[in-house]
């Protein structure tokens, strides 16, 4: 079954092409990197997956759901990580994640319900009542991703969501997001960096608009280094 799919999806600013006939399939319970260097067009695609921006030509299907006709049942499937922070500063862990739930109509003892387990899942209990503000970057993203998952979505985006992360805590959230594809959940993972991705990951190369390369990392790879082979094709530094 396919988590996510996207056929011939094209984007333009103004004369720039950000998108050109980009094609992918992420199956359900995949992890799949999308990596590519910065301005490659990564946020565009996130920014047409999660239909802020609307693509003129091509389509996209999100656990079985057709974004263009179905946008409501499509974008019930998604949970979202951006690359910069969206919490509200001021409040709680626990306000912040109250009043998302509020916005996916959960309240009472359902909304209870799916907040304790999201902090349980990412070790954020002892958190809830600190102010975002007053969180390190690492349990921002925590925050960040048990938000995502209130809803219990089936395909999970985040868009280079260790940016600003130290190692330790870029390790951690790579871990569990690979950890959230083995429980069943369809994991994009946006990022500039050959070490976020492990050689079973699906991986996909986007460079100028372009898909360059889909496949397992390790097939991508080849007999180089992912790093080495990145710097290849791209010219960018990873």
């Known amino acids: 079954m396919t988590g996510?799919?996207?056929?011939?999806?094209?984007?333009?600013?103004g004369a720039k092409k950000a998108l050109e006939d980009v094609s992918f399939s992420v199956s359900s319970g995949a992890f799949c990197a999308l990596l590519g260097p910065n301005g490659a067009g990564k946020s565009t695609l996130f920014n047409l997956l999660t239909r802020l921006f609307v693509a003129p030509e091509g389509r996209i299907i999100i656990?079985?759901?057709?974004?263009?006709?179905?946008?409501r049942a499509a974008l019930?499937?998604?949970?979202?990580?951006?690359?910069q922070t969206t919490l509200d500063l001021d409040l709680t862990v626990q306000?912040?994640?109250?009043?998302f739930a509020a916005l996916h109509g959960l309240s009472g003892r359902a909304a209870r319900a799916h907040i304790d387990a999201a902090l349980d899942q990412l070790d954020m209990?002892?958190?809830?009542?600190?102010?975002?503000?007053?969180?390190?970057?690492?349990?921002?993203?925590?925050?960040?991703i048990?938000?995502?998952?209130?809803?219990?979505?089936?395909v999970l985006l985040?868009?280079?969501?260790t940016v600003g992360l130290d190692a330790a805590a870029r390790a951690s959230i790579t871990d569990y997001a690979h950890t959230l594809a083995d429980q069943g959940k369809t994991v994009l993972w946006a990022t500039h960096l050959t070490d976020e991705v492990r050689p079973d990951d699906d991986l996909i190369v986007l460079h100028r608009a372009k898909v360059l390369a889909h496949g397992k990392a390790r097939d991508v790879a080849g007999d180089m280094s992912l790093k080495d082979r990145f710097l290849s094709m791209t010219g960018a530094e990873a």
Not at 4 to 13: F, P
Not at 125 to 144: D, P, T, V, Y
Not at 158 to 161: A, G, I, N, Q, V
Request: proline share 5%; net charge neutral; aromatic share 6%.
């Open 4 to 13: 996510l799919e996207a056929t011939g999806l094209t984007y333009s600013y």
């Open 63 to 71: 656990a079985g759901h057709d974004l263009r006709t179905n946008p």
């Open 76 to 83: 019930a499937e998604l949970g979202i990580v951006f690359q």
């Open 95 to 99: 306000q912040n994640l109250n009043y």
């Open 125 to 144: 209990r002892e958190r809830a009542g600190e102010k975002a503000r007053a969180l390190n970057g690492g349990h921002r993203r925590r925050s960040e």
């Open 146 to 154: 048990a938000r995502a998952l209130l809803h219990d979505p089936s």
């Open 158 to 161: 985040l868009d280079e969501p």
